[in-house]
């Protein structure tokens, strides 16, 4: 056989293998199934490795019906407090993989993982599935650290005892045999790609160089036990300082900065990484609602442009809007998947996909709960109409997206008062757009006097004052060639509203405490008791123990209750009191969030040098007391308040004390 008749053989049985592997692979920058390129719309689910059989083949059977084509999904539960939480064994304890022989009564987690991969590959549909949390829930890097005797949650990066059981747990979990298929998992095609962490950050290296070190030794190790797969981070895209690259407005610079101890850049180009990841929650982040559309737009742009220069394929594979947000997330939703799809992302999964509900975990629609605001079910509402038509767009092109208007804010139904940001998206997919018009009571603002903002989204800030409370209509009405294209929204101008008091907490009754819990903390600790009620600040308070470094400008703990009426109240009132010391010195930046939807109000809306706090004596002892107010637009749905106090260069080990919590509605 010559040497030309010898390479024409190879490159024909190369082909033929290539495209009839059913696994996803990588090639020239994109990915490929079965031979032809793969682009998809994919969601996130976190409950398929503890829920029943039936909630999980209704979220699968939800994707296949929706055209999803991967689902991103937990493989973790770490920890004996959350396996007995969830009632679903899989990481009790260190080198303990699945249900202890001690224990009965209860689920094998990688059970259910299995029937989830089984199910998944008789519907067709392709798995990420994630090793670790860098976050609590479900345990996460702080149960590792704990578990081996680490001081931070970055020792998980660095301590080799650590890394050594995280590989312990890899080694397991991809050397299982399904049960069920009879299949390795890893030799199962189903599964697309392992994720080393959901969204790793490690603050304590702003360079990012611990964490390129962690992502090269962990991902050449999983690639090592398992050639078939692609491996990918799971990280949220954060820059470090890239020349000629900022973020929209300047909103949100921690995200280009380097704060979180992430280097996308330098993440991709290792080449045991297959693909790259970043996650988009403008809302969370501290962007302007104003500009949520823009802003991610840029986000996605971004990511892109760099994927594509390192030639690799990018998915966005977290992003969302909460329900509650002042915002059309369908118009916002629209735009960011149109960005994608133009610019050659090869995937947008949503956050997240849910079915139906059993027990407790089951809303009025029989739906499983928007615990945090985000959720999706195979439903008529607009948003997963939206991305039915946008699986048909990325999977095959047919989808046709017509010429569309817009309103991004406001949205149907909102409260209006004093000067108010209108944003209006303009979707002219042939180039044929003529003119367009806002129209706002009597007033009419034509193109030429509306802000080109990017993106297709165009501005005007619109001085409610100037009409008279009541309810109005928002129109607007594009030309585009000889066909129009309109939206309304309705809203409500209320700058005369009187408030009243909804609800009051003073702690006067120390049973009261029974209603709060410890809701979370971000570069802080609780000391034990967490939280507990006092006499000590007049007739009683909420005590909180706390441990703050000193070290960061965002040392946070967080506080909760719910509130029924919560979803009325658009006015904050509390006071937080810390004892006077000499040598205390930093800021405070208290703040709250409204859950479902985790809504930020009042971010740096009451930063606090502790030196400037009154002074006041409470039983002989001298305290600094901070008074804390924030105005918000009322958020539908929310039932839940959590009081968050921050410190800034605050080094204070101790009780916080917080009193007099007063709610206020819009008065009749």
Partial sequence: MSRIMFILLAMTISFTLFSNDEFVRVKNGRFFLNGQDFRFIGSNNYYMHYKSSNMIDNVLESAKDMGIKVLR?????????????????????????????????????????????KRAKELGIKLIVVLVNNWDDFGGMNQYVKWLNGRHHDDFYRDKNIKEEYKRYVSYIVNRVNIYTGIPYKDEPTIMAWELANEPRCETDKSGETLVEWVKEMSAYIKNLDPNHLVAIGDEGFFNNYEGFEPYDGEAGWTYSGWSGVDWKKLLEIETIDFGTFHLYPSHWGVKPENYAQWGAKWIEDHIKIAKKLGKPVVLEEYGIPKSAPVDRVAVYKLWNDVIYDLGGD?????????????RDKDERGYYPDYDGFRIVNDDSEEAALFRNYTRLFSDGESVRENTALFVIPKNEAELKGKVKVRVAIFDYNGSLKSFVVKIGERVFTDDQMKALGYGIYGITFDTTQLLDGEYELFLKASFGGDVAADTVGVKIVNKARYVLLEKVDFSNPDEIKKWWNSGTWQAEFEKPDIEWSNVIGEGSLRVNVKLSGKNDWEEVRVARNFEDLFECEILEYDIYIPDLEDLSGRLRPYAVLNPGWVKIGLDKNIMNYKGGKIVLFNGQRFRKFHVKIEFNRVSGVKELHIGVVGDHLKYEGPIYIDNIRLYKKGR
């Fill in 73 to 117: 999904i937990w493989g973790f539960l770490d920890g004996e407090n959350y396996c007995r939480e969830k009632n679903t064994y899989m990481h009790p304890a260190p080198g303990v993989f699945g249900i202890p022989e001690n224990i009965s009564g209860v689920q094998d987690g990688f059970e259910r993982l299995d029937y989830t991969i």
């Fill in 347 to 359: 995937g947008a999964m949503f956050w997240f996909l849910a079915g139906v509900g059993e027990g």
